[in-house]
């Protein structure tokens, strides 16, 4: 059973980094793709962006240019480096592992 577990959310400046990391565990075979997504309060779950297992990458409009998602392929691990973040990044993010896989979500929260 893969697992994946969040870590690195926490409460940021507007402006500010902030990194996430996702570690996978239980995987039998490695999936192709992975990738963010976030839920804000009050609004349905928007993805994020995806990378492939050989780098490719791809993003939401609403992050291009300010996240980058890479994954550490030999210990199984997602990252998320979010730059010069707004308040309307606030919300939970999620990892994705395939298309059936998720963590439990960790809070992001920008401040004005």
């Known amino acids: 059973q893969v697992q994946l577990v969040e870590s690195g959310g926490g409460l940021v400046q507007a402006g500010g980094s902030l990194r996430l990391s996702c570690a996978a565990s239980g995987i039998q075979r490695r999936s192709i793709l992975m990738g963010w997504h976030r839920q804000a309060p009050g609004k349905e779950r928007e993805w994020v962006a995806d990378i492939t297992n050989g780098g490719q990458r791809v993003y939401a409009d609403s992050v291009k240019g300010r996240f980058t998602i890479s994954r550490d392929n030999a210990k199984n691990i997602l990252y998320l480096q979010m730059d010069m973040v707004r308040p309307e990044d606030t919300a939970v993010y999620f990892c994705?592992?395939?298309?059936?896989?998720w963590g439990q979500g960790t809070q992001v929260t920008v401040s004005a």
């Open positions: 994705r592992y395939g298309t059936d896989y």
